[in-house]
């Protein structure tokens, strides 16, 4: 079911600190990106939502806009870590451009589901997610700053 695809995200986008940061950072964009790939797939196969329907996904997305946005803040402020691990940093920023990606791939998925009176409304809870992803995209794309 649609509903579901908001609120199947791992908890492992939080990244706890741990010895092997780049193994970590590895897990938890391969978690988030198959989410976001599965949430876009249950979508696409989906049948377009009723109107009632519809409201029942607006919670689950704007939980996952808020949880998107805090997971792009902690990474962006972790930035000066990656910085030292030289690697690091191109690796988040490529993660980041492939999640970004996946990201608007599912909301454009589920957004098409929502009847058309609707998918205003859904693009609009939808929409904080892309600029949160260009900042991170922007910050780590300076190298050290």
Not at 69 to 78: E, F, G, H, Q, R
Not at 82 to 98: C, H, M, R, T
Not at 126 to 134: R, S
Request: glycine share 2%; hydrophobic share 45%.
């Amino acid at each position: 079911m649609l509903s579901g695809s908001f609120v199947s995200f791992p908890s492992t986008l939080f990244l706890p600190p741990q010895a092997d940061l780049k193994s970590a950072i590895l897990q938890a964009s391969t978690d988030l990106t198959d989410s976001l790939k599965k949430g876009t797939s249950v979508a696409e196969e989906s049948e377009p939502l009723t109107q009632d329907e519809a409201f029942t996904i607006i919670e689950p997305a704007q939980t996952l806009v808020e949880d998107t946005k805090s997971v792009l803040n902690t990474i962006v402020a972790a930035k000066p870590k990656f910085d030292q691990l030289f690697i690091a940093s191109p690796l988040v920023l490529q993660i980041l451009k492939d999640d970004r990606a996946a990201a608007k791939n599912l909301t454009e998925a589920v957004t098409e589901k929502v009847p058309l009176e609707l998918q205003e409304v859904a693009t609009g809870i939808t929409t904080p997610i892309d600029p949160a992803f260009a900042a991170a995209i922007k910050k780590y794309s300076a190298f050290g700053l």
